[in-house]
């Protein structure tokens, strides 16, 4: 049986009529329900971008540093719940050199910084509404900087 707890994302350039009309990103649909197809209109953002989230990601996910819970009462409430997740377009002094987004984590929330000029304002917050999205309609826990007890299972 699949682990639905470990996702993988894959961030890669849209083919022509991928997308819905007037988008820039969605999430395609595919037949294993740990796998995350995120496809992006060329031109919204660098392939060196999309390259590097794709790494970003797969590690939170393989290192359990974000995790998708069973909708239970108790997970509902767990102190390392991720309510609120995004992009945002930083100015490049504020990424360090040579890298295109940043991971940053709160309690409750997480960021992803993207240096200015490799995607652009309507990628970033059509992204942000699809991860608004996805942590207010399932059950997410980082377990990071930003989180109240990194040795926290979830169980």
């Known amino acids: 049986m699949t682990n639905q707890n470990v996702i993988e994302t894959y961030y890669r350039f849209a083919e022509p009529g991928e997308l819905p009309p007037g988008r820039v990103v969605d999430i395609v649909p595919t037949d294993d329900p740990t796998i995350i197809d995120?496809?992006?209109?060329?031109?919204?953002?660098?392939l060196e971008l999309l390259k590097?989230?794709?790494?970003?990601?797969?590690?939170?996910?393989?290192?359990?540093?974000?995790?998708?819970?069973?909708d239970t009462?108790?997970?509902r409430i767990h102190p390392n719940r991720v309510f609120d997740a995004c992009w945002e377009l930083a100015p490049a002094h504020k990424v360090p050199a040579g890298v295109h987004c940043v991971s940053v984590e709160r309690v409750g929330?997480?960021?992803?910084?993207?240096?200015?000029?490799?995607?652009?304002?309507?990628?970033?917050?059509?992204?942000?509404?699809?991860?608004?999205?996805?942590?207010?309609?399932?059950?997410w826990i980082q377990r990071g900087t930003g989180s109240t007890d990194p040795k926290s299972d979830g169980d």
């Open 109 to 139: 929330r997480h960021a992803w910084l993207v240096r200015e000029g490799e995607a652009t304002p309507q990628l970033v917050a059509e992204v942000s509404v699809l991860l608004r999205r996805m942590v207010r309609s399932e059950i």
């Open 38 to 46: 995120v496809v992006v209109c060329p031109g919204h953002a660098s």
């Open 73 to 75: 009462p108790a997970n």
């Open 52 to 70: 590097e989230m794709t790494e970003q990601q797969r590690s939170a996910f393989q290192t359990g540093q974000w995790t998708r819970l069973e």
